[in-house]
């Protein structure tokens, strides 16, 4: 867990907000705590104001053009490395993506690990951060962590059946290459993270803030604009939680009209998790419970995936459906807490004696506390 000024910061953030002049300072209201900016102390300031803190992108220094490099690295570090908003550096994004080309590397780890250790000798403060494509094996990742303090992975998959060829998904129309292509690879894709960082680095998901069809130039087909919906936002979400990721920042804002849904969609669903942050900050409270399922006449392919947090005296508990098909579970082994309250809006559940009995919509998301 990242630690700002000796506190546990769990990450909720941005690389862009919507096209409109209060889309900032909207962000700070509903919860978000981070936000990209330029290589401006003004952008900085600006966002410090709302109580939001910032990175920047500094690239990468080629080999063949060092000095250049340097210098322009350099002027930017020197620039803002004192700005009490800075959080931390961006190197380069995706390094190991080349679209059709997946043998090949856009940016060697070699230079991206010089690099980091060049900014490191001018700000030995502030940690880098990488983000890498879904894809690739976990060793060839694991070259990438010199330069890393913090890793992530962006995986966007909502996205509308027949959608015509475009940059970064793959013949058949997805990002991600796992063979589950649901909702529920999102955590498949935090655990492979976990696995590239080890256990001393921050992990990050990078989620999905727009509609795919919306990132073309020209020639959009409106019948395939397809934004997540609030249920899916806050099921990806909650399942990076459960998945023990360190924060989440969502992408793809630039690209979403401030009249679409997803705006106001994305908002609630940071609502939720700011009111909850300093228990997502906090390190997993262990419980022995067991599920029980009953039958609702459909297979059980991935479950519920769950988590507990501490929340002041009482703990969190968060649960996820990762099936596309209804379960009904029972939580058992919670002899030591009294009483349930939901924190998710949802009432249904039954509470006897230490047992907690639900039944999930596909992909839905619980989350409770247990006094």
Known sequence: MLRVRGKREFILGLYQVPKHDSALREAAEAGFNLINRSAARAAYDEAHALGLWGWSALGSIVPVNR???????????????DHPALLFWETEDEPTFVWKEPMK???SAEQINGTAAFIRRIDPVHPLYLNHSPTNLVPTLQAYNPGADIVATDIYPVIPRGIREMYALWPDGRQGDFLNDSLSQVGQYADKMRAVAGPQRTVLTVLQGFAWENLRDKDRDPAMVLYPSEAQLRFMAWQSVVHGVNGIVWWGLSYTPSDAPLWKDLRTVVGELSKVRDALAAPAVKLPIKLNYHDTGHSLDRGIEWLAKPHGHDTLLIAVNADGNPVDVTFEGLGRYKSVESRSGVTSFTWTKGSLRERFEPFGTRVWKLV
């Open 67 to 81: 000095a250049e490099g340097e210098s322009r690295i350099r002027k930017t570090i020197e620039t803002l490395r």
């Open 105 to 107: 590397q856009r940016v």
